[in-house]
Structures are given as structure tokens and as C-alpha cells.
């Protein structure tokens, strides 16, 4: 167990160096002056000058790299190139409610899903539903979650409730943010519940005359566990994706507004933050992922 953990942290350690450094070198390849970029073609050569001093491009190009790669790793991603603000302490407070947003939608996705697959082991007449669950995965998560907020936005204009915290972001893009994953995580589990249902195991806790919830519980949930944790955190790296745009939509002050006038406004900084702390966040729900499931089913290999 100690030697998979080193394992998996020495991965996760070169994932997010290779993050940081991808960043690095992503901004340094685009091409042109990223201080004129930034001030646009009527600034002054004096003003250019002075930001390209502040943001270290009279420094040659190894020193810059190894150096924002240090402070990177401290978090320190340096000050917005529109207001001054410190780009860490910014993207942490909008990263908040982005990660509220997805772990929300996650949380009603697993709920949905779990819920329509008890209803039909318990009432097999109603399978046709699990056929209908399917249908939002047809679509890619990002298109479906937007076509959704769009419709709910013009439908239901006054459904878009208000809330704040890490576990309280407004319900409603939640609920259109969960629409994908339900679906996926429904068709994943009614799969694997249909082949095991016909499995050796199952027909053993029926021979032995366990009753319908302990059946569910103990001969289809729990050998189903490491599955239904590989599928949540596969679908909350898309659903924290998709949350930037349906944040874009719905007008909610979080990652994806941030990113999106980090884009128009060529702040260089801030996108660097921004896609540093998104390669964290993945980089862990991976490392969480491959360290949990070989405890849930030791057939798993660590």
C-alpha cells in the first residue's frame, strides 16, 4: 500500500510539474509581444516597456520559466494586468463557487441516478425509464449543459435561486449541470446491475433468500462501489468544465466569468492562475481515484 501511494504521488507530483511547466511554455510560444498584446497597438512604446519590466520579459527566457514555475509553486501567479488584484487569492475565491457549483451537480447526479436504479429493481415495469435517462448523454456534457441553462434561463427565468458557500451555489445551474452525469452514471450502473444480476453472486444472495433491499445493497451497490467513485470523479472533472460555461450563461461571479475577461483582456497572469489551479484540482481527483478504488475492490490492482 506504502509503495502504490509513493507511486501514485510521485505521478501526480510529475503531472503537475509537467502542468506548470506546460503553462510556462504555452505563454511564452504565443506569438508577438505579450506587453503589447496586453496594452494593445495605440500604447505607447514607454508603456510597453515599463509592463514588459513588470512582468519579467526583459529576463532571459530560462530564467523566466524557472522562476514563474517557482512561484507557481507557491501559488503566487503574480497581479492582474487590468486592476493589480493578486491572481492567486482571486482565483481561489472564484474557483469556490465554481467547485460548489460541480460538487452540487455531482451530488444530484449520484442521488438521480441511485434512486431511478432502486425504482426499477424494485419495479422492474419501469425500466423504460433508464432507456429515457440515456438520452443527455448523447451529447456532449458541455453542448447538453448549455442548451439546458439556455432553455431554463428563457423558460424559468425566476427559478435561478441565490446562495453562497462552498456547498450552497444557486440550485438551478446545479440541476442543469447534473443533467450529463445523471445520465452517464445511469447508464454505466444499469449495465453493470444487468450483468451481475445474471452473475454467480447475485444468484447466491437470492438462493439464499436475502430480501429485495439487501439484494440491491450488498449484491449490487456494494461490489459497485469502485465503478460508481471512477465514474463520479471522471464526471466532476467534465461537470467543473462545463460549470465554466454554464457560469458564463447564468451570470454567476465564478471561474468561468473570470476566465472569460481574462480572456478579452489579454491578462496573461490571471489565465496562468487559472489553468494552474484547474490542473490541481484534476491532477487530485485523479490521485484520489486511483488510490481508493484498489481499497474498495482489492481485484482492482493499486
Known amino acids: 500500500m506504502l509503495r502504490a501511494l509513493l507511486r501514485h504521488g510521485g505521478y501526480a507530483a510529475s503531472l503537475f510539474l509537467g502542468a506548470l511547466l506546460l503553462a510556462q511554455i504555452l505563454f511564452e510560444a504565443v506569438p508577438g509581444d505579450a506587453a503589447r498584446r496586453a496594452l494593445g497597438p495605440y500604447a505607447s512604446q514607454e508603456s510597453v516597456g515599463r509592463l514588459r519590466e513588470k512582468m519579467g520579459l526583459d529576463r532571459p527566457l530560462l530564467e523566466r520559466i524557472g522562476g514563474n514555475t517557482l512561484s507557481a509553486l507557491r501559488l503566487d501567479f503574480g497581479k492582474s494586468l487590468l486592476d493589480g488584484r493578486s491572481v492567486g487569492p482571486e482565483v481561489r475565491e472564484k474557483f469556490r463557487l465554481t467547485f460548489s457549483l460541480g460538487f452540487q451537480a455531482v451530488v444530484i447526479a449520484v442521488c438521480f441516478s441511485l434512486l431511478l436504479l432502486a425504482v426499477v429493481h424494485f419495479f422492474p415495469a419501469a425500466s423504460p425509464l433508464l432507456l429515457v435517462s440515456r438520452a443527455p448523454s448523447a451529447l456532449p456534457s458541455f453542448l447538453s449543459a448549455v442548451l439546458l441553462a439556455l432553455a431554463a434561463a428563457l423558460w424559468f427565468p425566476g427559478l435561478i435561486f441565490s ?15 447534473a443533467i450529463y452525469p445523471a445520465s452517464v452514471l445511469t447508464t454505466t450502473l444499469g449495465s453493470r446491475f444487468s450483468a ?3 452473475g454467480p453472486h447475485y444468484r447466491s444472495a437470492r438462493a439464499y433468500g436475502h430480501g429485495r433491499w439487501k439484494l440491491f445493497f450488498d ?3 456494494a461490489p459497485s462501489l469502485s465503478a460508481v467513485i471512477a465514474v463520479v470523479v471522471a464526471q466532476l472533472s467534465l461537470v467543473l468544465f462545463a460549470s465554466l460555461v454554464i457560469e458564463i450563461v447564468f451570470s454567476l461571479p465564478g471561474l468561468g466569468t473570470l476566465l472569460l475577461a481574462a480572456i478579452q483582456g489579454n491578462d496573461y497572469p490571471m489565465l496562468q492562475g487559472i489553468l494552474i489551479v484547474n490542473s490541481i484540482v484534476f491532477i487530485t481527483l485523479h490521485f484520489v481515484s486511483e488510490t481508493v478504488n484498489p481499497l474498495l475492490d482489492p481485484r482492482i490492482s493499486a
Not at 446562495?163 to 449541470?177: I, K
Open 163 to 177: 446562495g453562497s458557500g462552498m456547498l450552497a451555489a444557486p440550485l438551478l445551474p446545479s440541476l442543469v449541470a
Open 219 to 221: 449484491a449490487l451497490m
Open 196 to 198: 451481475m444480476r445474471s
